[in-house]
């Protein structure tokens, strides 16, 4: 049986970068879609199409777990920051999370000429 990821790498086995696998994707793609390929070989090259793209798959999954969300700014100016954990939470938990991160208050200073209006917008 072939090894995966994190699995390969602690056994030396050089494992594809996303770059990488996503060329070799788009490759076969290429190849299919010009239809010069036999049957037989149009299978070879969808099978490792599939390959490719799950290899592309596995590496965003890993790489999503690593993001982690702007939470909002402490009182000097440095980023406060919460692990993404997007299988964890059901569609409203996240739409919940969004709205408590949108409404909560700026750290900035806000104009207080009522003519101006608010500032510490993004620019």
């Given at each position: 049986?072939?090894?995966?990821?994190?699995e390969?790498?602690?056994?030396?086995?050089?494992?594809?970068?996303?770059?990488?696998?996503?060329?070799?994707?788009?490759?076969?793609?290429r190849?299919?879609?010009d239809?010069?390929?036999?049957?037989?070989?149009?299978?070879?090259?969808?099978?490792?199409g599939?390959?490719?793209?799950?290899?592309?798959?596995?590496?965003?999954?890993?790489?999503?777990?690593?993001?982690?969300?702007?939470a909002?700014?402490?009182?000097e100016g440095?980023?406060?920051t919460?692990?993404?954990?997007?299988?964890?939470?059901?569609?409203?938990?996240?739409a919940?999370?969004?709205?408590?991160?949108?409404?909560?208050p700026?750290s900035?200073?806000?104009?207080?000429?009522?003519?101006?209006?608010?500032?510490?917008?993004?620019?």
């Amino acid at each position: 049986m072939a090894k995966h990821g994190v699995e390969a790498a602690a056994c030396g086995d050089q494992t594809p970068t996303f770059e990488e696998s996503l060329e070799k994707l788009e490759r076969s793609v290429r190849q299919l879609e010009d239809g010069k390929l036999g049957l037989s070989q149009s299978l070879q090259c969808y099978e490792e199409g599939i390959k490719q793209l799950k290899l592309c798959y596995r590496v965003l999954e890993v790489t999503e777990r690593k993001i982690e969300l702007l939470a909002g700014v402490d009182a000097e100016g440095h980023p406060l920051t919460e692990p993404f954990d997007e299988q964890e939470m059901t569609l409203d938990e996240k739409a919940a999370s969004r709205s408590q991160r949108r409404s909560r208050p700026a750290s900035r200073n806000v104009a207080a000429d009522p003519e101006q209006g608010p500032r510490g917008g993004l620019f």
